[in-house]
């Protein structure tokens, strides 16, 4: 159990998706404007990140592997993720309109983005067996909204500012995100002193 | 031998995803109200949220679905409800035309200057420093957080005051919801009269900081003769329930604070 929480909370610190590996940064910046739409952007990441987990780890590990095509994950898991996420977007819109009102805007978006690929393939680059990736996939979909809540602060300061002409919108907004990666340095190493587990 | 196999491989899971979603697009469609669409097809598009809602499509969805007035769209005007009326088969009703009214008259020469204010050119970034470089701490600041607001080209500042195009202005209240200062009010009576200051200060006080303030000397209360005029907290306030447009308060301001909306400037 220790083993998973260790997954868990170095994936939302310190192996943010984000602010530390640097995938999934089109939404990052592109949703991060307003607080509600940040959240709701978020709770669809962790969603599809711990469904695309639960389907691709198994089609990676018994068909893929056995027969020597693991070079083939990155099309095979686009082509899956892509699909799941439609049929997903189908299916909540028939069945549970609640989910799909405040989810649905967000599932296109990430339909194919670059953390959701990151998460299934880095789940076998770091050898976790099927649990493991399924709380790794929840972390980093946990370590996903956290950015985002963090930074729609920011945001909200940064555009209430008046930046020179040249730094006026996307510039100073990267330089924002770049300062904000930079504090969650911080937590290099801190997992390993908590859990007792040699990093 | 392996290539194949990968090539294979590959089809097999497109196909098997490309049947899974016709499938699933086959056999769980929802069924969507065409009628949705075809009034966001007659909305203007401005998305400016003067009806209420977060944007057209929101108003589309809830005049089907809950019923929503069809003559809320004040860029439309009577044409657009008109459209939707007809989508929906019901009467349009009247859809009454509002603008917006910088209820102040303070521009520059007019109204004082209190000090030289060189900070972010913003209304509300202005007004937190003593109430904003005007004299009038209830005055048009002149920055313009209005003419950002607006999504139509109806307001500028015109000699240090906004001022509304009434023909381009549409009545959404995006500029009254960022005037820092709360001046700016929505009229929707074209032949009545607008009182052009909101100074709750004193007479006296006035006069030292804007030659076109209201002092409440109270004759244009005294004059109507519908009692349609009071003052409150030192500056006239028009009950427009009551007031006929006969202008007298016009005649007898001696500040000519009162207009009517053609005379605004």
């Known amino acids: 159990m220790a083993n998973l929480l260790y997954i868990f909370f170095t994936m939302v610190l310190v192996q943010n998706y984000v602010l530390v590996k640097f995938l999934g940064i089109c939404p990052f910046l592109g949703v991060s404007k307003k607080l509600d739409s940040a959240v709701g952007m978020s709770l669809a990441v962790i969603f599809v990140m711990v469904l695309a987990t639960a389907v691709t780890w198994p089609l990676y590990a018994l068909v893929l592997e056995p027969n020597g095509l693991g ?58 067996n099927y649990v493991e990736s399924l709380f790794c996939a929840a972390g980093s979909g946990a370590g996903f909204m956290l950015a985002m809540v963090l930074f729609s602060g920011v945001r909200k300061r940064v555009d209430a500012g008046n930046p020179p002409e040249c730094f006026k919108g996307l510039p100073i907004t990267l330089v924002a995100a770049a300062i904000t990666s930079l504090s969650f340095m911080g937590f290099g190493g801190i997992m390993s002193s908590i859990f007792g587990i040699a990093a | 031998m392996s290539i194949a196999f990968a090539i294979i491989l590959v089809t097999i899971v497109g196909l098997l995803g490309a049947v899974i979603l016709v499938l699933a697009a086959k056999y769980m469609h929802v069924e969507e109200d065409p009628r949705v669409g075809e009034i966001t097809a007659c909305l203007p598009g401005a998305n400016c949220g003067g009806c209420g809602y977060a944007g057209c499509a929101d108003y589309a969805k809830a005049v089907v679905e809950s019923g929503a007035p069809v003559n809320k769209c004040a860029v439309g005007g009577a044409a657009c409800a008109a459209q939707i009326a007809q989508v929906m088969g019901v009467e349009a009703g009247a859809s009454v035309k509002t603008w917006a009214v910088v209820g102040c008259q303070g521009e520059d020469g007019v109204c004082k200057s209190k000090f030289e204010y060189q900070g972010i050119s913003s209304c509300a970034a202005a007004a937190q420093l003593y109430g904003g470089p005007s004299a009038c701490a209830f005055g048009c600041i002149g920055l313009g957080d209005c003419v950002k607001a607006c999504q139509f080209g109806a307001i500028e500042v015109v000699n240090g005051k906004a001022r509304v195009n009434a023909d381009k202005c549409v009545g959404c209240g995006a500029c009254k919801a960022a005037c820092p200062k709360k001046i700016i009010w929505m009229h929707s009576e074209p032949k009545k009269p607008v009182v052009m200051c909101a100074n709750h200060e004193l007479g006296a006080k006035v006069i030292k900081e804007c030659t076109a303030g209201c002092i409440a000397c109270h004759l244009c209360e005294k004059n109507c003769p519908e009692q349609a005029i009071k003052v409150v907290n030192n500056v006239a306030r028009i009950d427009y329930s009551k007031c006929t447009g006969c202008g007298t308060c016009i005649e007898k301001c001696p500040k000519k604070v009162i207009k009517m909306p053609a005379d605004i400037q």
């Open chain 1, 71 to 128: 070079y083939l994950q990155t099309i095979v898991f686009i082509i899956v993720i892509a699909v799941l996420v439609q049929f997903i977007e189908i299916v909540l819109h028939k069945y549970m309109v609640g989910l799909y009102n405040s989810l649905g805007v967000y599932l296109p978006l990430i339909t194919t983005n670059c953390c959701v690929l990151g998460v299934t393939i880095l789940n076998f680059t770091n050898g976790y």
